[in-house]
């Protein structure tokens, strides 16, 4: 077997191509590349040219013999036009004599170091073109020579290699840490979290990992409209409850794919890329890619990330983790609403059983017991003992209705439609007597709310609608109920008023013991165009 000697003395050129294969980092990577580069071909300034994944312009630029304050007073990277587009246009390694003398020449910005000597290769990677390495003033001579060409040339290649090398570290770890991401997610949601704390972990770490500007989780309504979930923007509920404006976001989601949206120089966004960034990325718009969440044919929603301009290569990097991203989400969620509605069924058996047990057995024995009751009064000839005893039978009536008040409630929906079908039916009857139907805007989760505290609502809503018909007099009103950290219940009237801190009046001093008896408050204040507006607010139970 023969032994390549390790201990023997090595080329300049092996030297580099040792340095710049010494790391996984793709910044470090490209930055050594440059560097190597001008030491092999005795460079005063070198740079690498990143490609954009249509190979038409460059979206990044690796400088080396440029100090930061000479890079900033230059300006703007360039773009890939003039002599160095000719290494996009036709990628073959080019050397010149003078670069100003060509007839491509584009010329230098204002405060660019006078350059002269130029030499030019492709770095390719698996038969594509990664991007150029540019060399300029040779410091020994006037020119580049062909030996340094071939030296560049067999650089470029063992870069290509670095480059595949750090590329697909770089993506490993980015698929870990959204695996991860949504590893943490998936046990939120099944640990009973609210579904919004764990959508709006995934969309943080979204960004994180791809070093995007912005990620958004939008998801379908009961009247499929796209609603926004979460974001990765501050404050956190910026934009939440938003719906995605125009765009072929159906379409993007039954085609399943994951699509990149790149905006051009000069070219008006895509309509999908301005409603994403409108909700939390200032600047210029740059490549905005669509995931949808999906578990087969059933489509959740989507799941939207964008760039910073010239960012289209992290952003084609990304994107084969963005798709498994959206399906493992699309899994987990599917799982924990499976659990949620696993639970309500468990909750309304017992219901069920409860209430079947209280009227076979509990209301039965109540109703003998008042039958004895009655035919002992009418033996007892003391009118003092009869008067008892049929005071106890009244009160044995009084709870068998209350008894049976409660068997219904236990059979009443939990939840989701049940809230939304019961608030809208007090809206119904308060519409009889004020002559027009109030507004109503009710949170898009319902989850959040305990049983006691759905039943609180309802009252408050139901005692706050009256308070509308007896006393305000009003031709508007509008209910609002949210739910966040707090649940709070608005109800707003364009009516004759009534005086700020008057809880005694109109039935309100009710509504202030109900949200008292939770840890809430309410509050009465005039509205600034007429009328009253009424908040009763109260903190949610933290769950245990």
């Known amino acids: 077997m023969t032994q390549v000697p390790t201990d023997g003395p090595r080329t300049p050129l092996l030297d580099a191509v040792v340095a710049v294969s010494s790391d996984l980092d793709l910044a470090q990577v490209l930055s050594r590349i440059v560097r190597s580069a001008c030491e092999l071909v005795d460079a005063t300034y070198g740079a690498l040219g990143v490609i954009a994944p249509e190979g038409e312009r460059l979206v990044e630029f690796i400088t080396h013999g440029l100090s930061a304050d000479e890079r900033s007073l230059i300006g703007d990277p360039p773009h890939g036009r003039g002599v160095l587009g000719l290494l996009i246009e036709d990628p073959r390694p080019r050397r010149m004599k003078d670069i100003m003398s060509h007839p491509d020449s584009y010329g230098f910005p204002p405060n660019h170091p006078p350059m002269h000597s130029f030499l030019g290769a492709p770095i390719s990677i698996r038969g594509e073109v990664y991007g150029n390495l540019y060399m300029s003033e040779k410091r020994s001579a006037p020119e580049f020579t062909e030996d340094d060409e071939q030296v560049l040339v067999a650089l470029a290649a063992a870069a290509?290699?670095?480059?595949?090398?750090?590329?697909?570290?770089?993506?490993?770890?980015?698929?870990?840490?959204?695996?991860?991401?949504?590893?943490?997610?998936?046990?939120?949601?099944?640990?009973?979290?609210?579904?919004?704390?764990?959508?709006?972990?995934?969309?943080?770490?979204?960004?994180?990992?791809?070093?995007?500007?912005?990620?958004?989780?939008?998801?379908?309504?009961?009247?499929?409209?796209?609603?926004?979930?979460?974001?990765?923007?501050?404050?956190?509920?910026?934009?939440?409850?938003?719906?995605?404006?125009?765009?072929?976001?159906?379409?993007?989601?039954?085609?399943?794919?994951?699509?990149?949206?790149v905006s051009r120089e000069g070219e008006t966004p895509a309509p999908e890329v301005e409603a994403i960034r409108r909700l939390g990325a200032p600047g210029a718009p740059g490549p905005t890619a669509v995931v949808a969440i999906s578990v087969g044919e059933s489509a959740l929603g989507v799941l939207a990330v964008t760039w910073g301009a010239d960012d289209d290569g992290t952003a084609a990097d990304s994107l084969e983790a963005l798709r498994s991203f959206g399906r493992t989400a699309a899994l987990a969620l599917e799982a924990s609403t499976a659990q949620r509605d696993r639970g309500r069924m468990e909750l309304l058996e017992d219901r069920d059983?409860?209430?079947?047990?209280?009227?076979?057995?509990?209301?039965?024995?109540?109703?003998?017991?008042?039958?004895?009751?009655?035919?002992?009064?009418?033996?007892?000839?003391?009118?003092?003992?009869?008067?008892?005893?049929?005071?106890?039978?009244?009160?044995?009536?009084?709870?068998?209705?209350?008894?049976?008040?409660?068997?219904?409630?236990?059979?009443?929906?939990?939840?989701?439609?049940?809230?939304?079908?019961?608030?809208?039916?007090?809206?119904?009857?308060?519409?009889?007597?004020?002559?027009?139907?109030?507004?109503?805007?009710?949170?898009?989760?319902?989850?959040?709310?305990?049983?006691?505290?759905?039943?609180?609502?309802?009252?408050?809503?139901?005692?706050?609608?009256?308070?509308?018909?007896?006393?305000?007099?009003?031709?508007?009103?509008?209910?609002?109920?949210?739910?966040?950290?707090?649940?709070?219940?608005?109800?707003?009237?364009?009516?004759?008023?009534?005086?700020?801190?008057?809880?005694?009046?109109?039935?309100?001093?009710?509504?202030?013991?109900?949200?008292?008896?939770?840890?809430?408050?309410?509050?009465?204040?005039?509205?600034?165009?007429?009328?009253?507006?009424?908040?009763?607010?109260?903190?949610?139970?933290?769950?245990?």
């Open 160 to 261: 290509g290699v670095a480059i595949e090398n750090a590329r697909l570290y770089d993506r490993t770890r980015r698929q870990r840490g959204l695996a991860d991401a949504i590893g943490e997610m998936t046990q939120g949601l099944l640990e009973g979290g609210q579904p919004g704390d764990a959508l709006r972990l995934m969309a943080v770490r979204c960004t994180e990992l791809t070093s995007a500007e912005l990620s958004v989780i939008a998801l379908y309504d009961a009247d499929r409209r796209l609603v926004v979930e979460a974001t990765s923007a501050e404050p956190p509920d910026q934009a939440v409850g938003d719906t995605l404006g125009a765009g072929r976001w159906d379409d993007i989601v039954a085609e399943g794919s994951p699509l990149l949206l």
């Open 353 to 544: 059983r409860i209430a079947r047990d209280m009227h076979d057995h509990v209301i039965q024995r109540l109703f003998a017991t008042g039958l004895s009751l009655q035919s002992a009064s009418r033996l007892s000839a003391d009118a003092r003992v009869r008067e008892r005893l049929d005071s106890a039978v009244d009160e044995l009536d009084d709870a068998i209705k209350d008894i049976r008040q409660t068997i219904f409630g236990l059979h009443r929906p939990i939840g989701g439609l049940g809230m939304s079908s019961q608030v809208a039916e007090l809206v119904q009857q308060a519409a009889a007597s004020l002559g027009f139907t109030p507004e109503v805007e009710p949170p898009t989760d319902w989850d959040a709310l305990t049983p006691d505290l759905e039943a609180e609502v309802l009252a408050v809503v139901r005692e706050g609608l009256a308070n509308v018909v007896r006393h305000a007099e009003a031709s508007w009103c509008r209910l609002r109920i949210e739910v966040t950290d707090q649940v709070t219940v608005l109800v707003e009237d364009d009516g004759v008023g009534v005086a700020e801190g008057d809880h005694a009046r109109s039935g309100l001093a009710n509504l202030t013991r109900r949200a008292e008896r939770s840890g809430g408050t309410l509050s009465i204040r005039a509205r600034s165009g007429g009328g009253t507006l009424v908040s009763w607010q109260v903190p949610l139970p933290s769950p245990r």
